[in-house]
């Protein structure tokens, strides 16, 4: 499963890039990892974003997930900044679609 919406609509507390949009909620059942579901989930997901007319497609994932991590780097996004949230050291990626 996955999602996107305008980057302005997230929450107040994220980075905001004016006319990006951000991916949200992206999962892969465990049983389907490392099958390629998740480059054709995040492929057909880009695709939409370009439909409805953004540029820019924004990732957020957590330091303690370097799958994740990996994942992104290795599908074109580029690490532009880290935070902290709680306990949790986020990772900040972007991506010009």
Avoid: I
């Amino acid at each position: 499963m996955s999602g996107f919406l305008p980057n302005e609509a997230g929450h107040a507390d994220e980075r905001t890039v004016p006319g990006a949009a951000e991916r949200h909620r992206m999962r892969v059942a465990p049983s389907q990892q490392r099958r390629g579901d998740g480059r054709a989930l995040l492929g057909r997901l880009e695709r939409g974003v370009v439909e409805r007319g953004y540029e820019v497609l924004l990732a957020t994932t957590s330091q303690s997930r370097p799958a994740g991590v990996a994942f992104y780097r290795d599908t074109g996004y580029q690490e532009r900044g880290r935070s902290a949230q709680g306990e949790y050291e986020l990772v900040h990626f972007e991506k010009r679609l």
